[in-house]
């Protein structure tokens, strides 16, 4: 049971997200961190923002997917840190339109999002380096061994 | 690159509409260590004081032609001078460009003092990002070597705050003057972009990912195979009514010798080798086979994957895929404007196809399954 209530946004203005072909992206620029969401989750996420309750997207299912699976996917946004509740009394939130709940048995899969961090470590480091040389420029291999 | 025999980066700052108040006399503030708290008054002062010892000194100016830019590199220090005249590609002048003054300038060479330290503070590039940002100013500080860079972006003017003159990020000396030129392409709608570049007959590809995902190799490969480039780690991205064309800004591409060797182009590198920081050797377009390209209308989005597998091939990626390839290494590499970044990134992927190539072992394969996949794009557009 889905204890969050109320309508949300995104946790603070460093959390940015386009949406391409139906599907977003999130990139946090002060962390560096950016995830991928499945076509159902940008779906859930673009109606979240635009205030819809969180109570209520999460009674939407379909073929592809469960009540329980919008719950876990809400739950997830909330400890990765990307959401925070905005709502009061007076403005609880939207409900559901009727074709956001036609158009989500259409929806072709289970609301998944996958987290990068493979440029964290970039941005939070202090200074800017000992991170994984994959990463590439300009993250530095080994201070130690570069030339003078 | 030109060498100025008269000081035309004097007359240009002396052009450019400064308050007496600012640039006149030395200020007496004393900065020991920086934290978000003085960072703005210490930036203003730094460049009062760069504005003063360019004056003073009158270090040698030299003139770089890039594309839609004019750079007037102000310094006394041979070795960055070196490095920005091997590394940075020339374009002949003639349209009407605009102009920015970046002086790099430390101790050694100039009436500066030692650079003051970064303090206890963390320091956090996206919060310097947002302090500085309704300001003109744009800064970065790298801890290892104590360096300063600023630019203001009203008076078009950076400076280099070097603690010795060969005190630089190993990555400069592939990229020299790589921050200034990404401040100063933001103000004009263009962009550095983290990408590879492949092409043939003016029109060609960007290849995206992280470091290790292949762009250099098949850079380097493609042009030994006879495609053009216009670079293998950063481009410059203009938009034209969302037509995406790359000009080259660096001139070096670079490669590890098990690359080198897999593309039979150890030979190159001559009995005096010598690696750079990322153990990777550094070459020209030239040395390989033609040089960069000028431009090349860029057609697709490729994202390149190591498979293994003897046969090149493609497939379309979402759109979505393809924007965390490009986005976030180009986003967080370089300091600041980072929002217009994400716009900038979002219309370039939304005005070309974007593929996945997975790439073979055949240089000479790969280079014509990227050249069919051109060919297909530009008969169907």
């Excluded at chain 1, 819809?52 to 946004?77: M, R, S």
């Excluded at chain 2, 004056?55 to 003139?63: D, E, G, M």
């Excluded at chain 2, 974007?354 to 069919?372: M, R, Y």
């Amino acid at each position: 049971m889905l204890e969050l209530r109320g309508s949300y946004r995104f946790a603070s203005p460093d959390i940015i997200h386009e949406v391409f072909d139906g599907e977003c992206v999130i990139l946090n620029l002060a962390s560096g961190t950016y995830y991928a969401l499945s076509v159902s989750a940008s779906r859930l996420i673009e109606s979240l923002l635009q205030g819809t309750a969180i109570e209520n997207l999460a009674t939407l299912h379909g073929p592809a997917y469960q009540c329980d699976d919008v719950e876990a996917f809400f739950e997830k946004l909330v400890t990765l840190g990307l959401i925070m509740p905005t709502s009061t009394l007076e403005s609880p939130g939207h409900a559901i339109s009727d074709t956001l709940r036609l158009k989500s048995k259409s929806w072709p899969d289970r609301p998944t999002i996958e987290v990068f961090d493979d440029l964290a470590d970039l941005i939070l480091a202090d200074p800017i380096h000992d991170t994984d040389e994959a990463v590439g420029w300009p993250t530095m291999a080994n201070t130690k061994e570069r030339a003078a | 690159m030109a060498h100025d025999g008269e000081y035309q980066g004097a007359s240009r700052l002396r052009s450019l509409p400064m308050s007496p108040a600012r640039f006149s006399t030395s200020n007496p503030v004393r900065f020991q260590q920086i934290d978000r708290a003085n960072l703005l008054p210490f930036v203003e002062w730094a460049m009062d004081r760069a504005w003063e010892a360019v004056t003073l000194r009158k270090p040698q100016a030299t003139t770089l032609h890039l594309p839609s830019l004019e750079v007037s590199l102000l310094t006394d220090n041979e070795h960055y001078q070196q490095i920005v005249g091997d590394r940075l590609c020339h374009h002949a002048s003639g349209a009407q460009k605009n102009g920015i003054t970046v002086a790099v300038l430390s101790r050694e060479d100039s009436e500066m003092p030692l650079p003051p330290v970064w303090g206890e503070s963390i320091y956090h590039p996206r919060e310097i990002e947002k302090q500085l940002s309704d300001t003109p100013f744009r800064a970065t500080y790298f801890h290892d070597d104590g360096l300063w860079q600023i630019y203001d972006v009203h008076q078009r003017f950076g400076l280099q705050w070097m603690s010795g003159k060969f005190r630089h990020p190993p990555w400069e000396a592939g990229a020299p003057l790589r921050v200034f030129l990404h401040w100063a392409y933001q103000t004009l709608g263009h962009r550095l972009v983290h990408a590879g570049s492949l092409g043939k007959g003016g029109r060609g590809i960007l290849l995206v990912g992280k470091g290790g995902s292949g762009k250099s190799g098949t850079v380097v490969g493609g042009i030994s195979c006879g495609l053009r480039s216009v670079g293998d780690d950063y481009v410059l991205v203009q938009m034209n009514e969302n037509r995406p064309t790359a000009y080259p800004l660096f001139q070096t591409l670079k490669q590890d010798l098990k690359g080198l060797q897999r593309l039979e182009l150890e030979h190159l590198l001559g009995p005096t080798r010598h690696a750079n920081w990322q153990n990777k050797y550094e070459l020209k377009s030239e040395d390989i086979g033609q040089p960069l390209a000028d431009r090349l209308a860029i057609g697709a989005i490729v994202i390149p994957h190591i498979t293994g597998g003897p046969k090149s091939s493609f497939h379309p990626l979402s759109r979505s895929h393809a924007m965390l390839a490009l986005a976030p290494s180009s986003l967080m590499q370089l300091p600041a404007e980072r929002d217009s970044g994400v716009r900038f990134f979002s219309n370039l992927i939304r005005s070309v196809p974007c593929f996945q190539l997975n790439v073979g072992t055949d240089p000479h394969e790969i280079s014509d399954t990227i050249s069919a996949l051109m060919e297909r794009r530009y008969q169907c557009s």
